[in-house]
């Protein structure tokens, strides 16, 4: 790929189009150019320091586990994913290690670099954390995508989301008054309720985990 090319690749199939213009990527390959690695080179080694942004460009890597002598591949690293965001988002040490299989581009980033830009934009810094450690919301983010929703609007959902958890017999929502919360339930039993007279309720159903609930109602659809 040419340089243009992988501009172009990066502002659309990567981590990096959430953070940064297409000019401001531009900027950063001229100051950290990707490399060319050998195959079967440790790019980052499991119990490093997090302190890197990997980006494979142009071959599928393998994300591996155990000591450099003795690794065992878990997995695959596409072009354009970005290697174990969850430590980096957290500043521990590597989970895994990251190896070439053929000889490869990838790109290399300090992350400090990326870290200065998230604290200026702490919606997306939430949205990234939130993603790294929940495959629930990276499965939304997924049906987001393909309904046609815009990244932006993706980040701004999801990174605006709060985990609340509540006591025994307390009220969510109550019929009648105004939704202005969508509620997903990812733990407990959550039931739902429906007034029949001023003193009664009728008991309804349980409300399914990983659904959303609310929706037409904020909308008013």
Request: hydrophobic share 35%; with cysteine.
């Given at each position: 790929m040419s340089e243009q090319e992988w501009v172009e690749f990066l502002n659309s199939n990567s981590i990096l189009e959430l953070i940064f213009s297409e000019d401001e990527i531009e900027s950063l390959l001229k100051k950290y150019p990707p490399n060319e690695i050998d195959g079967e080179t440790v790019v980052a080694l499991e119990g490093s320091p997090a302190d890197?942004?990997?980006?494979?460009?142009?071959?599928?890597?393998?994300?591996?586990?155990?000591?450099?002598?003795?690794?065992?591949?878990?997995?695959?690293?596409?072009?354009?994913?970005?290697?174990n965001l969850y430590s980096l988002m957290r500043k521990l040490p590597f989970q895994f290690s990251l190896v070439t299989e053929d000889t490869a581009w990838v790109l290399t980033i300090p992350w400090e670099v990326i870290e200065l830009r998230l604290e200026e934009n702490k919606v997306l810094r939430n949205y990234l954390f939130r993603v790294s450690e929940s495959s629930d919301l990276r499965y939304l983010a997924k049906d987001?995508?393909?309904?046609?929703?815009?990244?932006?609007?993706?980040?701004?959902?999801?990174?605006?989301?709060?985990?609340?958890?509540?006591?025994?017999?307390?009220?969510?929502?109550?019929?009648?008054?105004?939704?202005?919360?969508?509620?997903?339930?990812?733990?407990?039993?959550?039931?739902?309720?429906?007034?029949?007279?001023?003193?009664?309720?009728?008991?309804?159903?349980?409300l399914p985990q990983k659904v959303w609930f609310g929706w037409p109602e904020c909308v008013g659809v």
């Open positions: 890197a942004l990997h980006i494979p460009l142009d071959q599928t890597l393998s994300i591996c586990h155990g000591s450099l002598k003795s690794l065992v591949k878990q997995g695959e690293l596409a072009p354009g994913r970005t290697f987001l995508d393909n309904a046609g929703c815009s990244s932006q609007f993706r980040v701004r959902f999801l990174g605006s989301l709060e985990e609340k958890s509540f006591s025994p017999h307390t009220w969510l929502q109550k019929q009648g008054q105004s939704c202005r919360e969508i509620v997903m339930v990812i733990g407990g039993d959550v039931q739902a309720y429906r007034r029949t007279s001023e003193r009664a309720l009728q008991t309804q159903w349980l």
